[in-house]
Structure formats: structure tokens, C-alpha cells
């Protein structure tokens, strides 16, 4: 099986970088040390170690492995707590650019999945009761900004194609494969999909498996018996 490397987080720059410590670039910063370490290691030994047989890529390794990209949701659903739907679409440029930046560092297959309906996800649902929802009930405006990130990310995917000739960037439709998800869930055997499977977090600003302590006492939340049943 070839070198699988997944790239999953933050992409944005400042001031949404603040929410996360592992953004994009921090993740391209760690690859790049992780790859001259990898190599340095495999040049001292000349790979005939057994730990360098069994464990270490091999430096053709890097240039042949698939790089998985999965990236928007993280910045949309932070964003959107903080902007309007208009102020969010105009930092997506930013965060594309901060993609591109990223997929410029010599490697050359990449599997990129564009984000999913953000404005479907549960804990955003609850926080934001009031925002106006579309006909399956999921945050219009927020799922407004997610269609127009798809749309620039799948155009910026095919400039980058002819740009990169030896290089070979694949678009995955996350979006449309969880909108179906949702949209059909009870079909497919699932509890509500704006509701999640965990206990004693919702509206208590904690997330599932954390602790907290309000008014001295123990509160811990853990996720639910009936786990197959979510979605999320």
C-alpha cells in the first residue's frame, strides 16, 4: 500500500487561525519537517535497517503518494459565529490561496474534498435558532457560503490542473454526498440527523468527551448507547 497523507483543518489566515493551532500551514510546516527527517534517517542507514525497511518511506515514496485534502468546514462554521453571510464568502479567496499555497510543495497526486453542507451541522443548528433555514431545515445563509467555497475551489482544482501538468488533482463531491445522507436519513435508518449522539454537552458549552466542572461538580460528557443510529 503507497504513502497516504491526509490534510484536514484550518486553512484561513488571521483572525480565524486563533481557533486552532493545527491550521494548514502548520500541517505543511510539520509534512515538510516530517519528510527531511524521513529522508535524512533513510540516507544514514541507506534504508537497510529493519526499522527503515518496515517503517520509513522511501524517498520515491513521496513523490508518488496520494495527499488527501479535506477542506472549508472547520473555517465556514467558525466564521460563520463571527460574520455575516457576505463577509464569509469574501475571506474564501483567502482560504483557497492558503490551499494552493500548500499544494505547491513538489508533491503530485492529490485527493481534495470540498466541504460539506456547514450549515447542517447540529451544534451550529442549535446555536443559531433563529437564522433562516432551507427546505430540509439546515442554515441557509451558511450553506449559501458552502456552495459558493465549492464553486471556487472546483474552479481553482481545474486552473491548477493545467498549471501543474505532472500533477494530477482530483475534486471530491463531499458536499452532495452528505446533503444526501441527511436529506434521506430515516430512509437509510437513522435518528434525526440535526441531532447528535452525545450525552450532557448540548447547551452546556462543552464538547463530547470533555469534563467539566460547574459549581464544583463533575459533569462528564460522553457519547450515546444507540451510536449507529446518528449521523453525527
Known amino acids: 500500500m503507497g504513502l ?9 489566515a488571521p483572525p480565524l487561525l486563533c481557533f486552532s493551532q493545527f491550521h494548514l500551514g502548520t500541517q505543511v510546516s510539520q509534512f515538510i519537517h516530517f519528510k527531511t527527517r524521513t529522508l535524512s534517517l533513510y540516507n544514514q542507514t541507506n534504508g537497510k535497517t529493519p526499522f527503515c525497511k518496515g517503517v520509513l518511506a522511501r524517498p520515491k515514496d513521496f513523490s508518488k503518494a496520494l ?10 462554521a467558525i466564521g460563520f459565529q463571527n460574520m455575516t453571510e457576505e463577509q464569509l464568502k469574501a475571506t474564501i479567496p483567502a482560504i483557497i490561496e492558503s490551499f494552493t499555497t500548500a499544494i505547491k510543495k513538489g508533491a503530485r497526486f492529490f485527493s481534495i474534498h ?11 443548528l442549535k446555536s443559531f435558532p433563529a437564522t433562516p433555514r432551507d427546505q430540509y ?5 451558511l450553506n449559501n457560503v458552502a456552495i459558493e467555497f465549492n464553486k471556487q475551489l472546483k474552479q481553482k482544482i481545474s486552473e491548477l490542473n493545467k498549471e501543474l501538468p505532472y500533477s494530477l488533482l482530483t475534486y471530491v463531491d463531499l458536499y452532495s454526498a452528505k446533503s444526501h445522507l441527511i436529506t434521506k ?19 452546556r458549552g462543552m464538547g463530547c468527551g470533555k469534563t467539566i466542572f460547574p459549581n464544583g461538580t463533575e459533569l462528564y460528557s460522553s457519547s450515546c448507547q444507540n451510536r449507529k443510529n446518528f449521523i453525527s
Not at 436519513?185 to 447547551?203: E, I, R, S, W
Open 114 to 124: 470540498n466541504t460539506g453542507p456547514t450549515g447542517c451541522l447540529p451544534y451550529l
Open 137 to 141: 431545515g439546515c442554515l441557509k445563509p
Open 67 to 76: 495527499y488527501i485534502f479535506d477542506i472549508g468546514q472547520n473555517d465556514l
Open 185 to 203: 436519513a430515516k430512509n437509510l435508518g437513522f435518528v434525526d440527523p440535526f441531532d447528535y449522539c452525545c450525552v450532557g454537552a448540548v447547551g
Open 4 to 12: 497516504i497523507l491526509r490534510l484536514a483543518a484550518l486553512a484561513s
